[in-house]
Antibody, heavy 121, light 108 residues
């Protein structure tokens, strides 16, 4: 059974940093693109970042470029999101999601339950 | 930045057909995907590659594509289908993924 379990969320002050983790199990982690998707309270879904199987390609939504870094450790079956210079508008539930690739098109077939990040003073 | 446009809300009575649209300039070149999200839960994929249904998704869910608009159709809507629905695709480069704003389906 595919499982994705996020951790690391919490309350952080504006300008602060936080590192999210996602522990994957039930599938060959190193064979899949992975992604972070977020959802602000009462709002819609927003894709944040993608990372290729070997970490050689990474893509970000414009609003987090230069502040967030996605990474992975295939030996530990883990995905990470380092978030720096956090802003109030980064407040959201952050989901880890497994990505399927279909003819250079990407979508999400499994999601974790999410971890809440609150940026507030 | 690239955007996908969905109606904020759709309402139907049980047993009727619900249609949720999603519009975007790159949709003729990029596949669309649909997710269902119920309160307090993670999203669930209900349609991929414009019109394919994952295993375990009821046959009443279907998808179609025409030009710059894709449509999620739920035939014979049931009370359990009440949820938020999001379309997802990519810009013309394929590297920037995007979700529509979401449509709240209300079953009257």
């Amino acid at each position: 059974e595919v499982q994705l379990v996020e951790s690391g969320g919490g309350l952080v002050q504006p300008g602060g940093s936080l590192r999210l983790s996602c522990a994957a199990s039930g599938f060959t982690f190193s064979s899949y693109w992975m992604s972070w998707v977020r959802q602000a309270p009462g709002k819609g879904l927003e894709w944040v970042a993608n990372i290729k199987q070997d970490g050689s390609e990474k893509y970000y939504v414009d609003s987090v470029k230069g502040r967030f870094t996605i990474s992975r450790d295939n030996a530990k079956n883990s995905l990470y999101l380092q978030m720096n210079s956090l802003r109030a508008e980064d407040t959201a539930v952050y989901y880890c999601a497994r990505v399927l690739e279909l003819l250079s098109s990407y979508y999400f077939d499994y999601w974790g339950q999410g971890t809440l990040v609150t940026v507030s003073s | 930045s690239y955007e996908l446009t969905q109606p904020p809300s759709v309402s139907v009575s049980p047993g009727q057909t619900a249609r949720i649209t999603c519009s975007g300039d790159a949709l003729p070149k990029q596949y669309a995907y649909w997710y269902q999200q119920k309160p307090g839960q993670a999203p669930v994929l209900v349609i991929y590659k414009d019109s394919e249904r994952p295993s375990g998704i009821p046959e009443r869910f279907s998808g179609s594509s025409s030009g710059t608009t894709v449509t999620l159709t739920i035939s014979g809507v049931q009370a359990e289908d009440e949820a938020d629905y999001y379309c997802q695709s990519a810009d013309s480069s394929g590297t920037t993924l995007v979700f529509g704003g979401g449509t709240k389906l209300t079953v009257l």
